[in-house]
């Protein structure tokens, strides 16, 4: 019997809706099918995967594909848990077509075995963000407020920010609601600038979804317990545990999450003050590792976070727990890094802070925090004046005679200052079309110093991404989608044409488990088990990984990627490339090469790394 994909489109101009149907086989989830329709249809595309609802632990997350408007070409981004709820509407994509006339919610209600609900309904946008605790959440309390009784299960409600209509980076907000209450987990699809698309093309600032549909997900444990003890020797949920280890609690680190394993293990790698950690010598580096991480910055996350066992869910039954709180304030690493140590903050109050003001904008907090840190260190350095934000003091980007709490709030208070500035487009601070753009204008009028002082990836001629927080190469490679994990960021040095192999595999696989919807903390079984579960439910196994297979191709084929506009990316790989031989000992005759060839033409140098690592990937994803 044929499975069919259903997808709801919706015209957001009209509030005209209709369903199609597509045969899987034909295609595989939300990445395969997002891709056909957003190019079909200049869609922004909102689904699940075939496993959603399911007993497979991390199989609800939200997929959203679509033209990103800050890369400027296809993405992929994600949000933990609000599948669960999706699920409920009894489809498995929406696809979002034309633009409201006016900021609008739209609203999505399914009954039983009623015909679906639609409808899209202007709210007065301004004034929400500045109600209650502003932006993002006073817009998700409004929606709730406004359709939350006429569920007869809780919702779950997307939200953007202020951020989504200045800038290109406007991230989409969620959070679990529970008996009424919308809790403080937030979720976020924050890479890709997916808040700005559905408020600039479409005209929508939320989505309020929910309903009882009950369809025939996949839920017999005996079965898929039998097949983990073949594989395994373990039930699902006892691999499930094994395999969530670091984001629920590591006995290794005495801690958990990714904020407090990666800090408790980063040593040497930490990246501080605006990159500028990388020029410092491995003392200084594991000075601010060990005084001001290890003895404050964690210890205040352990002490608070960790001991009280303050720890949830992204709104789905999951043995991770990965959501780390205090309070109102999730700690998660990346953002609490760009926002933290990357900015000169390595005190909790102070990162709270800054973390907050983003959240509440409706920023992604990655893209934000790596903005925020390059213009104080223009500050610091005088080509930006204070006075051009609003302000009278410097912030201190500076290891000397740093004091941790003191400094921290100061530079959080700038950060705060800053991002305020991007908000509402005060005086250069426009960034409304593209932060490349600006900074190229002005580096034009100010120096090459200003694009030197960023460490970013380019696209097109104004695509951007600041990269994902790890002191490795692979972050900055010329992959077709980056910020997300869709390369290999280990710490190990691979030679740069392995390197592109090495990445293409992993966006392979990574495809893989957005395609199906799968949290990527359960892929130390996820990656080896979904194909085999996919060949017990649906008889297809080879199919669907040559059409995955396929479909990281396709998207290659679209690579637009510009080689480093910015110095300090070639400083970060020929800094990395040192380091491994002088502090980590590697002696390889490949690491030696390349680092003489660096020490000799460093444009030159990085210029060829750049392009050996575009061989290895475009030698792998190739369909023939």
Known sequence: MDTYLKVLFIDASTGFYRINRYKVGEFFGPVDLGIFLSVKYQSTNIGVGLLAGSIFPGSNRLIFTGSSPCWRGFYISSMGGAGLVFDNLGVNMISIIGKSHTPSVLYLNRIHGEEIQVEVTTIDLHETWKKGRGGVYSLMEECLSRFGGNYNQDPRILAVGPAAESTDFG????????????????????????GTRLLREHGIAAISYGGTFIDDDFRDRKVVDQWFEDKYNKKLFAKDFDATTKYRFDPKFETGGTFGVNYAGIGGRILAFNYKSIYMSEDDRLFIHKKFIIN???????????????????????????????????????????????????????????????????????????????IMELMASGIIKPQEIGLSDLPVMSLDDFRIETDSMHNANIGVAILDAITQKKGMFNLED????????????????????????????????????????????????????????????????ELGRKNAQRMTIELMLDNLGICRFHRNWAEEMLPEVFENLYGMKEQFLRKNFMTACRI????????????????????????????????????????????????????????EIQKGIHESLKEF
Not at 171 to 194: E, H, N
Not at 317 to 345: F, R, S, W
Not at 441 to 465: P, Q
Not at 561 to 586: G, P, T
């Open 296 to 374: 404050h910055y964690l210890k205040q996350f352990n002490e608070e976070t960790i001991k009280p066992k303050s720890m949830r869910t992204c709104g789905e039954p999951c043995a991770a727990v990965c959501k780390k709180l205090k309070e109102h304030y999730k700690k998660d690493y990346e953002p609490y890094q760009t926002m933290g140590p990357l900015c000169g903050i390595f005190d909790q109050r102070a990162a709270e802070k800054l973390n907050q003001q983003a959240d509440t904008m409706g920023y992604d907090g990655i893209s934000a925090g790596g903005i925020v840190a390059g």
């Open 171 to 194: 991230a989409v907000c969620s959070a679990p609601i529970q008996d009424g209450k919308i809790s403080f987990v937030d979720t976020w699809a924050g890479r890709g600038g997916f």
């Open 434 to 497: 593209s932060f490349r753009k600006f900074a190229r204008g002005l580096a034009r009028e100010r120096g090459k110093v200003v694009l030197d002082s960023f460490v970013f990836n380019a696209f097109a001629r104004k695509g951007w991404m600041v990269p994902n927080q790890y002191w490795t190469p692979g972050v900055l490679s010329p992959m077709p989608i980056m910020g997300k994990y869709y390369m290999n960021y280990g710490n190990e040095f691979l030679p740069p044409r």
């Open 556 to 611: 290659n084929s679209r690579n637009s990627s510009i080689y480093w506009e910015s110095e300090r990316n070639i400083d970060f790989v020929a800094s990395f490339l040192n380091r491994k031989h002088d502090v980590e000992k590697d002696d390889s005759p490949e690491l030696k090469h390349w680092i003489d060839y660096f020490k000799k033409d460093k444009k030159e140098a990085g210029l060829e790394f750049w392009f």
